[in-house]
């Protein structure tokens, strides 16, 4: 039986419609592989695309933020740029979905980001499955920062030092990105995994914190994860991973 899909209103669910089949996330490669240096791009952009329309990653050699929004996807660079990518770019690691609307509410007076999580979780049904985000609107600040292009076999946490990040006041953009339960903390990273992008296309990253003047947020549902490796990539095949060590290297990370 399809999952049916939900929309809250003054403390009552109301059906919005009924999903046609299970909402899969789509992850390609470990949180924990990135963490630890193969940072080789081994899926192309066109190809992770066909798995869902909102989402976030990096790209080949972590050169800056995966941003996608509705079904495009963008880079966001350390020198401030952003670029729309074409199908050939490859990535080594990214999480998409095919975003579909389980809560929707409209925040009408400003909220930090912690303020806003708290009202968004406010409408989980648990805390053990994954949920998509989806936020637009105009905010009062929005703190980004972009992983700089490294050498493979550099660990992530060391680049992460030396990552610029930018604040800017005043914008309208769109914040995509996915929650993560507990118990998958080193798959990807365990709670809000968020990326940003102005409606302009001129500004946007990682997002480190922000404060929202008033906007539109949508909760998607996921049913399902679709983990897939880079099986054809020896060096991950045969890498050796420390995995409590990379665990503490993504809470120092992200």
Not at 185 to 192: D, F, I, N
């Amino acid at each position: 039986m399809p999952p049916y899909i939900f929309e809250k209103r003054n403390g009552r669910a109301s059906i919005l419609h009924m999903a046609e089949e299970p909402i899969k996330l789509y992850q390609y490669n470990t949180l924990g592989a990135l963490m630890a240096g193969l940072y080789g791009g081994t899926m192309t952009i066109g190809e992770l695309l066909t798995h869902g329309d909102l989402g976030v990653g990096t790209l080949d050699s972590i050169d800056g933020e995966l941003i996608v929004l509705d079904g495009k996807a963008y880079q966001a660079k350390g020198d401030k740029t952003i670029t729309e990518l074409s199908d050939e770019v490859k990535v080594p690691y990214a999480a998409v979905v095919p975003h579909h609307a389980e809560v929707m509410f409209k925040q009408r007076f400003t909220a930090t980001d912690k303020e806003l999580e708290e009202r968004i979780e406010s409408y989980f049904d648990g805390e053990n499955l994954f949920r998509s985000v989806k936020i637009h609107g105009t905010f009062a600040k929005m703190h980004v920062r972009m992983i700089p292009k490294a050498k493979e076999g550099t660990k992530f946490v060391k680049v992460s030092e030396h990552q610029p990040e930018y604040e800017v006041e005043n914008v309208t953009g769109t914040i995509v990105g996915i929650w993560t339960p507990e118990m998958f903390h080193g798959v990807s990273v365990a709670g809000y995994h968020l990326h940003f992008i102005t409606d302009d296309y001129s500004f946007g990253g990682h997002v480190m914190d922000f404060i929202l003047e008033e906007g539109d947020v949508e909760i998607g549902a996921i049913d399902q994860l679709d983990q897939a490796f880079p099986v054809q990539d020896r060096k991950y095949l045969f890498a050796r991973l420390n995995i409590d060590e990379l665990k503490q290297d993504i809470n120092e990370a992200e």
